[in-house]
């Protein structure tokens, strides 16, 4: 069945001791020299792809490896801030490039969200500068830098961590929970986008009495050049302070695929919540409820930290007499973060109230 994965959101207050080829720099504003915290740093090679990120610690700091020596170049990003890209450079075998930013931020101004805007696009880039493309850029910054952030490793989030078997009406039948403190990943689990456009996001048979694993989507999922060319998008919703944007696929086939949405704050275009239903699963198995959610917060030096989450998947039932298979009930796994520590352990008061307390 699926298996939570919990994690630690951490914001570093120093870069990280690193080998072989690296870049080790700060990022800086233009006009003023301040430094440039909480930002999403990544490494591209000549081939555009994403080799490293990390997230900029409260003095503008990062460090970045490189898989191998090569051609690179420096992406910035920072939510509701235009993407910064460097020019290209060199790393050779062993060398640590020294790299200084100094950055002119260039706030998004989000287009009006008219008729037009809301019709649903299947051909989306993110590099668009239409409604949507900003919206889901923005998005992709966000969850890029709480995975980053996840990484890191400054701060450690304890987390109230379940598991849950529920009937079909949702009682719950059996319960465990777990206090965990000091967790590096994302809490829902993913896998690779290439096979996960090859296989569907349930592994293994869904009749199973042990049930397969159900995958989630993280920032590298959902901004995939596969997902965005094969997934609708559309605002669904908005309003003075919230922008809703629906995604489903294009086609349906015989893989388990996601539709879902992405909730955006409309002022800062900031990622509050992020939800998904799997499609195609048997027709055992009720619409809209196999799933899942993840909500999000930005604290104080911009760390972003999923607060809550959960995932949900059915349990099959084989009738003794016969092959029909119904619905005996759901498995969930999920967890909210409950306390800000440091490093060494010690607790963050300012960021737990902070945490603690509804937007």
Not at 14 to 23: C, E, F, Y
Not at 104 to 119: D, H, K, M, N, S
């Amino acid at each position: 069945m699926s298996r939570l994965i919990a994690l630690m959101v951490a914001l570093a207050a120093a870069a990280p001791p690193l080998t072989g080829q690296s870049v080790q720099g700060r990022v800086l504003t233009q006009t003023s020299d301040e430094p440039l915290g909480g930002a999403l740093v990544l490494l591209l090679d000549d081939s555009g792809a994403e080799v490293a990120r990390a997230v900029t610690t409260p003095s503008g700091g990062f460090a970045l490896r490189a898989p191998a020596p090569g051609t690179y170049q420096v992406v910035v990003r920072q939510i509701g801030l235009q993407a910064w890209k460097s020019p290209a450079f060199s790393l050779t075998v062993g060398t640590d490039y020294p790299l200084t930013l100094r950055i002119e931020p260039r706030p998004y101004e989000l287009p009006p969200i008219t008729v037009a805007g809301r019709r649903s696009r299947c051909d989306v880039a993110l590099d668009d500068e239409d409604l949507i493309g900003r919206l889901l850029d923005a998005a992709r910054t966000a969850l890029g830098i709480a995975e980053a952030s996840a990484e890191a490793g400054a701060y450690g989030f304890a987390t109230d961590a379940y598991l849950k078997r529920l009937s079909t009406e949702f009682a719950v039948v059996e319960s465990t929970s777990t206090d965990l403190l000091h967790l590096t990943t994302w809490p829902i689990q993913s896998a690779d986008p290439d096979s996960l456009q090859r296989w569907g996001f349930v592994r293994g048979m869904i009749t199973q009495a042990e049930g397969p694993t159900y995958y989630g989507p993280d920032a590298r999922v959902l901004f995939s050049d596969w997902f965005l060319d094969s997934h609708c998008f559309e605002v669904e919703a908005a309003d003075d302070t919230l922008v809703e944007i629906r995604f489903e696929p294009e086609r349906r086939d015989d893989r388990v695929d996601l539709e879902g949405r992405l909730v955006i704050d409309r002022a800062s275009l900031e990622l509050r919540r992020m939800t998904f239903e799997y499609i195609g699963l048997p027709r055992w198995v009720p619409r809209d409820v196999a799933g899942g959610e993840v909500e999000l917060r930005r604290l104080r030096q911009g760390a972003w930290v999923p607060t809550t989450w959960y995932l949900r998947a059915p349990l099959p039932s084989h009738s003794r007499w016969t092959s029909k298979v119904t619905l005996r009930g759901w498995m969930e796994t999920g967890g909210r973060v409950t306390a800000v520590h440091t490093a060494k352990g010690v607790l963050d008061s300012t960021l737990t109230a902070e945490l603690l307390t509804k937007p």
